[in-house]
C-alpha cells in the first residue's frame, strides 16, 4: 500500500511568490491535514480538508489556502509568501471512519522563500 | 484536548530499554493516547496508541497508569536509529479532525547512545 505522497520535496521561491503543494493521502482515506513545522519549531496545525470541504483551519493568515479534490488529493497554496514561510510542509490523512487509528504522514515538501 | 508534559531530552544506551514518560493529567474518559515519533527532516511516524490497557506492537509497548494520569512508551531494545523527538498525544475518540488534527507539543529528544 502507497504512503501519503507529497511534492515537490523541495520548492525554492522568491519573497512574495506564491508557491503550491501537492499531497495524494492513502488509498480510501478522505481526510487530509496540512501541517507547517519552521525551523526549530514544533508542528503547527494548518488545515483539514474532509470529502472536499476545509472543515477547519490553524491560526494562519487567509493567504495559506487550499482544496481537495474528488480524488481526495489536496493543495495547499502559500500566496505573497514572505520569508518567514521557509518551514518544513507536512500533510497526514487519515480514515475518518476509524476514528482511533492513527494518522499517517508524508515526508513533506521543504519550503525556501528568498 | 487533554494537554501532555514530556522531559525535553533523554539519553539512552544502544541495546538497552528506553523508557518515555509523558504525563496527561487532564485526560478525559474518551481520550486515547497516541505515540509518534520523528527523525529528523521527516515526517511524524506513527508508533502505538492505547486507551487505558497496555498496548504491544512491533514497535514498541505503551504503559499506561490504572488512573490514565501519565504513561510510559517503551523502546525494548534501542538502536541508533531510533534516535528522534518522541511525541506523546491525547486525543478523544470522536473528535475527528478536531479542531487542530493532533497537537503537537515539543516532545522528547531522544538520543541513542552507542
Known amino acids: 500500500e502507497a504512503g501519503v505522497t507529497q511534492s515537490p520535496t523541495h520548492l525554492i521561491k522568491t519573497r512574495g511568490q506564491q508557491a503550491t503543494l501537492r499531497c495524494s493521502p492513502i488509498?480510501?482515506?478522505?481526510?487530509v491535514y496540512w501541517y507547517q513545522q519552521a525551523l526549530g519549531l514544533g508542528l503547527q496545525f494548518l488545515l483539514w480538508y474532509d470529502e472536499g470541504e476545509e472543515r477547519n483551519r490553524g491560526n494562519f493568515p487567509p493567504r495559506f489556502s487550499g482544496r481537495q479534490f474528488p480524488n481526495y488529493s489536496s493543495e495547499l497554496n502559500v500566496n505573497a509568501l514572505e520569508l518567514e514561510d521557509s518551514a518544513l510542509y507536512l500533510c497526514?490523512?487519515?480514515?475518518?471512519?476509524?476514528?482511533?487509528?492513527?494518522?499517517?504522514f508524508g515526508s513533506g515538501t521543504r519550503l525556501t522563500v528568498v | 484536548d487533554a494537554k501532555t508534559t514530556q522531559p525535553p531530552s533523554m539519553d539512552c544506551a544502544e541495546g538497552r530499554a528506553a523508557n518515555l514518560p509523558c504525563n496527561h493529567s487532564?485526560?478525559?474518559?474518551?481520550?486515547?493516547v497516541y505515540w509518534y515519533r520523528q527523525i529528523h527532516s521527516q515526517g511524524p511516524q506513527y508508533i502505538i496508541h492505547g486507551l487505558k490497557n497496555n498496548e504491544t506492537n512491533e514497535m514498541a509497548s505503551l504503559i499506561i497508569t490504572e488512573d490514565r494520569k501519565s504513561s510510559t512508551l517503551i523502546l525494548p531494545h534501542a538502536t541508533l536509529r531510533d534516535t528522534a523527538v518522541y511525541y506523546c498525544?491525547?486525543?478523544?475518540?470522536?473528535?475527528?479532525?478536531?479542531?487542530?488534527?493532533?497537537?503537537f507539543g515539543k516532545g522528547t529528544h531522544l538520543i541513542i547512545q552507542p
Open positions: 498525544i491525547v486525543r478523544g475518540v470522536y473528535s475527528g479532525g478536531g479542531a487542530d488534527g493532533l497537537t
Open positions: 488509498s480510501g482515506h478522505t481526510s
Open positions: 487532564t485526560i478525559s474518559g474518551n481520550e486515547y
Open positions: 497526514a490523512s487519515r480514515d475518518e471512519g476509524r476514528t482511533n487509528y492513527g494518522y499517517t
